[in-house]
């Protein structure tokens, strides 16, 4: 275990060794992410709004390791903030003045563990990247995971304390319903195996539980064979009521006329390069006829994205079950876009947007995002609102808005979400390029401000996804009748209220209490 400390700071523990000259400099790595990160890189996130110092950065190389800092912090008075890979964005992994333990300098060994059922999972590394556990479990058993985020270098640990999710959620439920055990130090220093059967309370209270339970060191990670290849398929819509009647419809649908991944997202009805007509069509085909879009069409159009898995060579079947899962849809006919691709390249794709954001400095600027699940009957007056009205010019990034299923979550999780039975993820993922060249990052918080509070003065069934308040009846107001179980979760398993500092749901030390 290596600290980088900050001379800067008396409050520092005594860790073993300690390297690192406090000046910042992190090792970086050609996936972005680094290896051991530095007191500054450690000091903000990907969002990059909020900046807070720890007094320490922690690199733990085993679960002993990460209960052993946690010990050390009880008797210090400090807070721990488990860092992922850093990609929260309202500072959710920082730990002010407290010690910042790097989770991917864990031991990242996998290993594919048969389960009673004849299945298999993969046994991997709280700290280990999505991207990571992909290509060790398609190189070494041509096996992969059912769900996924969009973006794959988000850490394990990380994506399984908030929900992690993308187009497969619908059919196979999110991250936080493909994990069949966990490996976790609580906060008061303990280790311990969870599952759904064993500890089941402490199991269900780390899935989405914002790091406030425990540390997660390891998971096992249900597999399914993986595909040689995936067909992805785009198609365009005018009227947002038939977007979402064909996106609602395809989401319920069972069977092998499922689709394997359903995703779509809203875009302006312009040439605007980065949130018009060109954002829809991929690099290699047909570009977008401006000219196939309804007269009297308004200023924001649809997407619906959609994959099918295949292995065959020959694409004769797959062209005749692609047919008759489109015939149905409601798309303006003329604007669909498809492509054949390795079932590989397909969950990497938002690789080539990160080399593109990096090459133009735009992944290294702030990210003021905003992440709602709304229920699917407020929909329609979201759109009105928000799409239509509020980001009719688009955001200068990706605005998606797909369906998922309520019952694929348990209500056991953490996680809160809209009483619907149907929801709807809208994603405003905003790439602004620094000011003055883009917006400043206040008139685009307070744009954020006024969706949300769009939402509250309309009485919409909604809830924050990845949320960051202030205060502590906000989060009572999130979690609503949730409130008291994740209180008292909080108590059972992290009484000195010590990790994840940079939530703001509990202070350190301060007495628990029910509002
Ligand atoms: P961090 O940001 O480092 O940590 C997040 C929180 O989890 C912190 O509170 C931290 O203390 C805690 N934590 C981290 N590791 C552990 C652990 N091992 N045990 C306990 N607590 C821990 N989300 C989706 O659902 N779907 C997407 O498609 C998606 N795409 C994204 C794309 C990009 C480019 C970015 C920046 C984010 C995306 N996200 C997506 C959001 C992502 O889920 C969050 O950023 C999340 O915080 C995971 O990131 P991370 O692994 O870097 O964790």
């Given at each position: 275990?290596?600290?980088?400390?900050?001379?800067?700071?008396?409050?520092?523990?005594?860790?073993?060794?300690?390297?690192?000259?406090?000046?910042?400099?992190?090792?970086?790595?050609?996936?972005?992410?680094?290896?051991?990160?530095?007191?500054?890189?450690?000091?903000?996130?990907?969002?990059?709004?909020?900046?807070?110092?720890?007094?320490?950065?922690?690199?733990?190389?085993?679960i002993?390791?990460v209960a052993?800092?946690i010990?050390?912090?009880?008797?210090?008075?400090?807070?721990?903030?488990?860092?992922?890979?850093?990609?929260?964005?309202?500072?959710?992994?920082?730990?002010?003045?407290?010690?910042?333990?790097?989770?991917?300098?864990?031991?990242?060994?996998?290993?594919?563990?048969?389960?009673?059922?004849?299945?298999?999972?993969?046994?991997?590394?709280?700290?280990?990247?999505?991207?990571?556990?992909?290509?060790?479990?398609?190189?070494?058993?041509?096996?992969?995971?059912?769900?996924?985020?969009?973006?794959?270098?988000?850490?394990?640990?990380?994506?399984?304390?908030?929900?992690?999710?993308?187009?497969?959620?619908?059919?196979?439920?999110?991250?936080?319903?493909?994990?069949?055990?966990?490996e976790v130090v609580t906060g008061?220093g303990e280790c311990h195996?969870?599952?759904?059967?064993?500890?089941?309370?402490?199991?269900?209270?780390?899935?989405?539980?914002?790091?406030?339970?425990g540390i997660?060191t390891?998971?096992?990670?249900?597999?399914?064979?993986?595909?040689?290849?995936?067909?992805?398929?785009?198609?365009?819509?005018?009227?947002?009521?038939?977007?979402?009647?064909?996106?609602?419809?395809?989401?319920?649908?069972?069977?092998?006329?499922?689709?394997?991944?359903?995703?779509?997202?809203?875009?302006?009805?312009?040439?605007?390069?980065?949130?018009?007509?060109?954002?829809?069509?991929?690099?290699?085909?047909?570009?977008?006829?401006?000219?196939?879009?309804?007269?009297?069409?308004?200023?924001?159009?649809?997407?619906?994205?959609?994959?099918?898995?295949?292995?065959?060579?020959?694409?004769?079947?797959?062209?005749?079950?692609?047919?008759?899962?489109?015939?149905?849809?409601?798309?303006?006919?003329?604007?669909?876009?498809?492509?054949?691709?390795?079932?590989?390249?397909?969950?990497?794709?938002?690789?080539?947007?990160?080399?593109?954001?990096?090459?133009?400095?735009?992944?290294?600027?702030?990210?003021?995002?905003?992440?709602?699940?709304?229920?699917?009957?407020?929909?329609?007056?979201?759109?009105?609102?928000?799409?239509?009205?509020?980001?009719?010019?688009?955001?200068?990034?990706?605005?998606?808005?797909?369906?998922?299923?309520?019952?694929?979550?348990?209500?056991?999780?953490?996680?809160?979400?809209?009483?619907?039975?149907?929801?709807?993820?809208?994603?405003?993922?905003?790439?602004?390029?620094?000011?003055?060249?883009?917006?400043?990052?206040?008139?685009?918080?307070?744009?954020?401000?006024?969706?949300?509070?769009?939402?509250?003065?309309?009485?919409?069934?909604?809830?924050?996804?990845?949320?960051?308040?202030?205060?502590?009846?906000?989060?009572?107001?999130?979690?609503?009748?949730?409130?008291?179980?994740?209180?008292?979760?909080?108590?059972?398993?992290?009484?000195?209220?010590?990790?994840?500092?940079?939530?703001?749901?509990?202070?350190?030390?301060?007495?628990?209490?029910?509002?």
């Amino acid at each position: 275990m290596i600290a980088y400390l900050d001379p800067q700071q008396n409050q520092t523990p005594n860790p073993p060794s300690v390297a690192g000259d406090g000046t910042g400099t992190g090792t970086g790595t050609s996936n972005g992410t680094e290896t051991e990160p530095s007191i500054t890189t450690a000091s903000s996130d990907f969002g990059g709004i909020i900046h807070a110092v720890p007094a320490a950065v922690i690199h733990p190389k085993s679960i002993t390791d990460v209960a052993s800092a946690i010990r050390l912090a009880g008797t210090r008075h400090l807070s721990v903030a488990a860092r992922g890979n850093g990609h929260s964005i309202s500072g959710q992994s920082l730990s002010d003045g407290g010690l910042v333990l790097n989770m991917r300098s864990l031991d990242a060994k996998v290993e594919l563990v048969s389960l009673p059922d004849g299945k298999y999972c993969a046994d991997v590394s709280g700290g280990a990247l999505w991207e990571e556990v992909l290509e060790w479990c398609v190189k070494n058993y041509n096996m992969a995971p059912l769900s996924w985020t969009d973006y794959l270098g988000l850490t394990v640990g990380g994506t399984l304390s908030n929900g992690g999710v993308s187009g497969q959620a619908f059919r196979h439920g999110p991250q936080v319903a493909n994990v069949v055990q966990m490996e976790v130090v609580t906060g008061d220093g303990e280790c311990h195996v969870c599952s759904a059967a064993d500890s089941s309370d402490l199991f269900y209270a780390l899935l989405g539980g914002f790091g406030q339970f425990g540390i997660i060191t390891r998971a096992h990670i249900p597999l399914q064979p993986a595909p040689r290849m995936v067909r992805w398929i785009r198609v365009v819509y005018d009227k947002f009521e038939e977007y979402t009647a064909d996106a609602e419809r395809l989401v319920t649908r069972t069977g092998p006329d499922a689709f394997d991944y359903v995703e779509g997202f809203a875009f302006v009805n312009s040439s605007d390069p980065v949130n018009g007509w060109p954002s829809v069509p991929f690099p290699s085909g047909p570009s977008f006829d401006a000219g196939l879009i309804p007269v009297g069409s308004g200023p924001v159009l649809y997407c619906l994205e959609v994959v099918v898995h295949y292995n065959h060579q020959r694409n004769d079947k797959v062209d005749e079950k692609v047919d008759d899962m489109l015939r149905p849809l409601n798309y303006i006919r003329g604007l669909e876009f498809i492509v054949d691709v390795s079932y590989v390249d397909f969950l990497s794709r938002v690789k080539h947007v990160e080399k593109e954001a990096r090459a133009n400095g735009s992944w290294e600027s702030a990210h003021p995002w905003l992440n709602l699940f709304i229920a699917s009957s407020d929909i329609l007056d979201f759109d009105r609102h928000v799409f239509k009205h509020i980001l009719k010019h688009g955001i200068g990034g990706p605005m998606l808005v797909y369906p998922m299923l309520r019952r694929k979550w348990d209500r056991r999780m953490s996680v809160a979400l809209p009483e619907s039975e149907i929801f709807y993820l809208v994603a405003l993922l905003r790439f602004p390029r620094p000011y003055p060249e883009g917006p400043r990052i206040d008139e685009v918080l307070a744009q954020n401000h006024e969706i949300v509070n769009c939402c509250r003065s309309n009485g919409y069934d909604f809830k924050l996804y990845l949320p960051h308040y202030e205060t502590e009846s906000d989060w009572a107001e999130h979690f609503g009748d949730r409130w008291s179980r994740f209180v008292r979760r909080k108590a059972d398993y992290d009484p000195m209220a010590i990790l994840a500092p940079g939530q703001k749901i509990f202070s350190r030390a301060a007495p628990l209490r029910l509002l």
